[in-house]
């Protein structure tokens, strides 16, 4: 019998597949500004990634239709916290739940 050797640490809804392209990242956000969810960018260290609690990036996007400004948001919060994952998050109104999340920039990954 073999162990299995260690495991990547997944995390959110699409850290099974393959990375997620630029063109693919554009197409998530744009569904979520047509479904009418509020999308968010959130941080944290590495080691807390596991954690239920991560530091939100300012405050939600509430009612952004732009899918341009979304990806800039999440770009300077990975220029002003280099070491940390950042995370795409959107909040569905109708049910007052996250509607999808996940992980944008991996610390140490690009």
Same mark, same amino acid.
């Given at each position: 019998? !073999?162990?299995?050797?260690? /495991?990547?640490?997944?995390?959110? /809804?699409? $850290?099974? &597949? #393959? #990375?997620?392209?630029? !063109?693919?990242?554009? +197409? +998530?956000?744009?569904? =979520?500004?047509? +479904?009418?969810? *509020?999308?968010? =960018?959130?941080?944290?260290? #590495?080691?807390?990634?596991?954690?239920?609690? @991560?530091? &939100? @990036?300012?405050? #939600?996007?509430?009612? !952004?239709?732009?899918?341009? *400004?979304? &990806?800039?948001?999440?770009?300077?919060?990975?220029?002003? *916290?280099?070491?940390?994952?950042?995370?795409?998050?959107?909040?569905?109104?109708? /049910?007052? $739940? +996250?509607? /999808?999340?996940?992980?944008?920039?991996?610390?140490?990954?690009?």
């Amino acid at each position: 019998m !073999e162990a299995y050797g260690p /495991t990547k640490t997944r995390g959110e /809804t699409f $850290s099974y &597949l #393959p #990375p997620m392209t630029p !063109e693919r990242m554009r +197409q +998530q956000i744009a569904y =979520v500004i047509a +479904q009418g969810w *509020n999308p968010a =960018v959130e941080h944290t260290e #590495p080691e807390k990634a596991g954690s239920h609690f @991560w530091y &939100l @990036w300012k405050l #939600p996007l509430f009612g !952004e239709q732009s899918v341009d *400004n979304v &990806l800039a948001e999440l770009e300077a919060c990975h220029r002003a *916290n280099p070491g940390h994952h950042v995370r795409f998050i959107a909040y569905d109104n109708y /049910t007052q $739940s +996250q509607g /999808t999340a996940f992980i944008v920039h991996r610390a140490g990954a690009r």
